[in-house]
């Protein structure tokens, strides 16, 4: 069993940056890709970035590239997201999520481990 850990979320203005953090715990599966995604209240569960294991491929969704940055330190089991020039549309609950295999895919049935989440508010 994999436990997925998130942290770092909080309370920013807009236009300001956080840097959310993912530690993994117990069976980590070598080789495999992970993921965030973030679900507004009322929302559906959306799509936010993807890395692969070795960190040398990324996926974004439009509505964040160029501000979000995905990144990994395999020796720490654990991924980042640095999110910069935040707007209030991006306020949302925030998980990260791992799969079983090295693809990065926007669907959450694509990845079998969740975090519990770590609330990111934006206030205008």
């Known amino acids: 069993q994999v436990q997925l850990a998130e942290s770092g979320g909080g309370l920013v203005q807009a236009g300001g940056s956080l840097r959310l953090s993912c530690a993994g715990s117990g069976r980590t599966y070598s080789g495999a890709a992970m993921g965030w995604f973030r679900q507004a209240p009322g929302k559906e569960r959306e799509f936010v970035a993807a890395?692969?294991?070795?960190?040398?491929?990324?996926y974004y969704a439009d509505s964040v590239k160029d501000r979000f940055t995905i990144s990994r330190d395999n020796a720490k089991n654990t991924i980042y997201l640095q999110m910069n020039s935040l707007k209030p549309e991006d306020t949302a609950v925030y998980y990260c999520?791992?799969?079983?295999?090295?693809?990065?895919?926007?669907?959450?049935?694509?990845?079998?481990?969740w975090g519990q989440g770590t609330q990111v508010t934006v206030s205008s």
């Open positions: 890395i692969s294991w070795s960190g040398g491929a990324t």
């Open positions: 999520a791992a799969s079983t295999m090295n693809r990065l895919k926007p669907a959450p049935s694509e990845y079998a481990y």
